[in-house]
């Protein structure tokens, strides 16, 4: 089954009078429990891709479908709807709200579903011991590692039980331990939960763990092809 | 349901110093427009109290086509055979007491010194002289049938060296349009604590004042307290007789309630520069956390958080700002009432001539005048905040994705 499927999208950044072309008629589709790679040079489109299929931003042209549905004519709020039930987030910084706890912070999206408490307890407990971080469930992220922070910020993004997870660059700012273990965390959890993840980096210890690499180069994609 | 407030607690929390400061803006000004009501309203009080005490009473009768400020002792302008009227006002039930007053202008000299004076020509047995009578400084009050015996209020009696004793020379207009002047003696000196007009009136048996006028048996005005104050409009029914009006303090005070409203206007003029002011700065503090916070906020979108729930977000702190700068300022403001409702603030002798303004304010701060200054500064803050709340949920969540900080 296709979660998610973009058809000759581009986007045309404009700063001024220059135009930056970020992605040039790309179409990709992406199927149900994939873990995918989006690699290629800095400036060749990677979060571009990642934010249309995250219905964070619109594409100048061209469709972008999240499980069939034409996204591209969404407002402001209907996407917010969408992410917030079937996607979601990694960011490279550890993208967790300071003032929150480890526990709170997963307990954001299932508060902004509306989840009852017994059920939301029981999702973040489930969450914290998949990413090994149950016992600083109360620690607020000041408190915590840069790894530690990631993975709550993995056990985040799982907690509405999503379509996908776009992570960008999820190891950029980690050591070569931490990155191994966040990128084990995800493959674990893709394998365990057919959750499809789809990530972008430039490090080749991360690109191994993918089943499908796509390359983009200038805004176009160059290669697409099997991982490993 | 989102804890909007736990969320909210703690954001203020991250920079408690600059959350501190902003509400404290808006206490100290809570505090200084609550001291400033309650200044008001004091004044205002005590300036009907002192006004019914002693210039327009409760009820005032007098001939039709009375003028207040002219003072006219032509017998068509005057009431004949007063004590009768009186006498007859009082056997109503709601009336506590009714006597004649004759007003008259004079001239009080002392060696080289003149001075402008309202000559009051009182019944001395009178309950209505209960303020002068009670504000005695020194010397004695006037009797019924003293023939050269005055009062003086204490500024003029500084003003011009006098004390209980003193011979004064008094110039009073009389009914035929002339001048009397005859010595009299200060028998004693008072003071109504209204330096407006205590600097102004000097008090002399009624009789006394009939004769020197000119007047014979006539007076200017019936003064009539009454039991309960309200009752006013519905004695002034009761009274009827030839040729004369009756006034209710209402009527009498119209310059004093229309100041009020004046001066009522003016403090919520004054109530919105300040409250616009504090919240200029609590909009500030919020502005800065939308700039700080900005990528936050982005995270918030990207996982589903709607415009309108960042809104409440940011509004929840400015409440919070609001609330806690009304509860330090409220208790502030209300000791400060207490205080100088007790102490009152001297200011003396205002120069306002014909307005009974005492020369100390007590604070009197109303419990309405307390809560809508308290909701007004609620709603301007919240009000104002809007713009920082909308800025925030303005905010693109893609800014979330570009790692700046
Ligand atoms: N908000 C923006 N305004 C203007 N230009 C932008 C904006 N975002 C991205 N671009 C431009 O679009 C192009 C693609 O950017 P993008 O961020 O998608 O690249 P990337 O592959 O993620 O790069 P990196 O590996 O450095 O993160 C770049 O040339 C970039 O400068
Ligand atoms: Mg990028």
Known sequence: MEVAKVTDVTRVYKVGEVETHALNGVSLSIEAGEFTALVGPSGSGKTTLLQLLGCLDQPTSGKVFINGKDVTQLNRNQRADLRKGAIGFVFQFFALIPTLTAYENIEMPLLLLGKKPSERRQRVMELLDAVGMAERAHHRPDQLSGGEQQRVAVARALAPHPLMILADEPTANLDTDNGRQVMQIMQKLNQETKTTFIFATHDPRVIQYAQRVVTLRDGKIVDDGNGK | ?405
């Not at chain 2, 300040?274 to 900005?294: D, K, S, W, Y």
């Not at chain 2, 400015?318 to 200011?347: S, V």
């Not at chain 2, 713009?387 to 994705?401: D, G, S, T």
């Open chain 2, 1 to 405: 349901m989102i804890n909007y407030f736990r969320l909210a607690y703690r954001n203020l929390g991250r920079n408690r110093r600059r959350s501190a400061l902003s509400a404290l803006a808006l206490g100290l000004g809570v505090a200084l427009l609550l001291l400033m009501a309650g200044f008001f309203e004091g004044e205002m009080r005590s300036a009907m109290e002192s006004s019914l005490r002693l210039q327009s009473g409760h009820l005032q009768v007098r001939p039709v086509g009375y003028e207040e400020d002219k003072l006219s002792l032509a017998w068509e302008d005057l009431i004949e055979n007063p004590e009768q009227v009186a006498a007859q006002i009082a056997t109503l039930e709601a009336v506590a007491d009714a006597a004649p007053r004759l007003m008259a202008s004079g001239i009080l000299t002392v060696r080289d010194e003149a001075v402008g004076v309202q000559v009051l020509g009182v019944d001395p047995a009178s309950a209505s002289n209960a303020p002068y009578r009670e504000g005695l400084l020194s010397g004695s009050f006037l009797e019924a049938d003293d023939r050269e015996g005055i009062l003086i209020g204490r500024p003029l009696a500084e003003a011009l060296g006098l004390s209980a004793g003193s011979k004064v020379n008094l110039l009073v207009n009389t009914s035929d349009g002339l001048v009397n002047e005859q010595a009299f003696v200060v028998r004693g000196v008072y003071s109504t604590a209204t330096p407006t007009l205590d600097k102004l009136v000097v008090l002399m048996p009624l009789a006394k004042t009939q004769t020197i006028t000119g007047a014979q048996n006539r007076a200017s005005i019936i003064f009539v307290l009454l039991k309960d104050r309200e009752q006013a409009p519905v004695v002034a029914q009761a009274i009827q007789g030839k040729n004369i009006e009756v006034k209710t303090w209402q009527e009498l005070n119209q310059l004093l309630i229309e100041t009020e409203n004046f001066s009522n206007a003016y403090l919520l003029l004054l109530n919105l520069i300040v409250l616009g002011v504090t919240a200029t700065v609590i909009v500030n503090t919020l502005v800065m956390a939308v700039f700080e916070r900005t990528r936050e906020v982005g995270i918030l979108a990207a996982i589903g958080m709607k415009g309108r729930q960042i809104m409440t977000l940011f509004l929840a702190e400015a409440g919070f700002l609001a609330l806690g700068g009304i509860g330090f300022g409220l208790p502030i403001g209300w000791a400060l009432c207490a205080y100088f409702g007790k102490k009152g603030f001297y200011i003396g002798d205002l120069g306002i001539t014909g307005m009974a303004f005492g020369e100390r304010i007590y604070t009197y701060l109303t419990l309405e005048a307390a809560s809508s200054l308290l909701i007004t500064a609620l709603i301007l803050t919240l009000l104002a905040s809007l713009y920082p709340a909308i800025l925030a949920a303005r905010l693109e969540p893609v800014e979330a994705l570009h790692g700046k900080n």
